[in-house]
């Protein structure tokens, strides 16, 4: 069962809103990911969790918050964003972000559309 | 470093007739691949990867890819395209180096036509 759910699947939030954006894995899987993706655009790496610690972030700026409360839970919190911050947002996950001979599979949920207005 | 081209943002293919979408890889370190699809309004799923264990991937609905190291590049086909095909594809590369961390191309959209 190869998973990743994500939630709420729409999210209409204004400019001085707080709100946030859940992920939930149960593959046993050590690395989490969120990926900011625009239309007609790849996703973008936004922030890596290995081992429930952030390890990368992508210089993204601080108005998105990520928060990993246990290996299976990854959530992004929204504070004060821009309406250009209006994107799908995937979650993803691997089993490590280490390189091994299988390959790293990263796997994606169905996203989250925000829009800011 | 590693990097991706896709060639076409769109191929357009009758239904039944073959399905050819181009990936060329750059990578300094031996890379892995992978294709992913995207459904309207859905997230990406993976569709095959390439891991070296052999040069011909097969992967879900009737797609697979050849790695061709001489000619750096990781091209889509299936035989006989369906309607249910129509969608964005992106190919992707990591190194063992950085598995974490998905290049992607920039997309192919796909559109069937009956």
């Known amino acids: 069962d190869t998973e990743v759910t994500q939630t709420p699947k729409h999210l209409v939030m204004g400019m001085t809103n707080k709100k946030s954006l859940k992920c939930e894995q149960h593959m046993g899987h050590r690395a989490m990911y969120w990926y900011k993706q625009k239309a007609k655009k790849p996703p973008e790496l936004m922030f890596v969790?290995?081992?429930?610690?952030?390890?990368i972030n992508e210089s993204v700026p601080s108005r998105f918050s990520p928060e990993c409360p246990n290996s299976s839970l990854l959530n992004l919190h929204l504070h004060a964003l821009q309406p250009e911050d209006s994107a799908l947002y995937l979650c993803?996950?691997?089993?490590?972000?280490?390189?091994?001979?299988?390959?790293?599979?990263?796997?994606f949920g169905e996203g989250s559309w925000l829009t800011v207005v | 470093a590693q990097s991706v081209t896709q060639l076409g943002s769109h191929v357009s293919v009758s239904e039944g007739a073959l399905v050819l979408l181009r990936c060329n890889y750059s990578s300094s370190v031996p890379p892995y691949l992978f294709w992913y699809v995207q459904y309207p309004n859905q997230g990406l799923q993976l569709l095959l990867k390439?891991?070296?264990?052999?040069?011909l991937v097969k992967g879900i609905n009737g797609f697979e890819a050849e790695f061709k190291k001489s000619e750096t590049s990781f091209h889509l086909t299936k035989p006989s395209a369906h309607m249910s095909d129509a969608a964005e594809y992106f190919c992707?590369?990591?190194?063992?180096?950085?598995?974490?961390?998905?290049?992607f191309g920039s997309g192919t959209r796909l559109l069937v036509r009956p």
């Open positions: 969790y290995s081992y429930e610690k952030l390890s």
């Open positions: 992707a590369v990591t190194g063992m180096d950085s598995s974490y961390k998905l290049i």
């Open positions: 390439y891991t070296s264990a052999a040069t």
């Open positions: 993803a996950s691997s089993q490590d972000r280490a390189g091994t001979s299988s390959g790293n599979t990263i796997y």
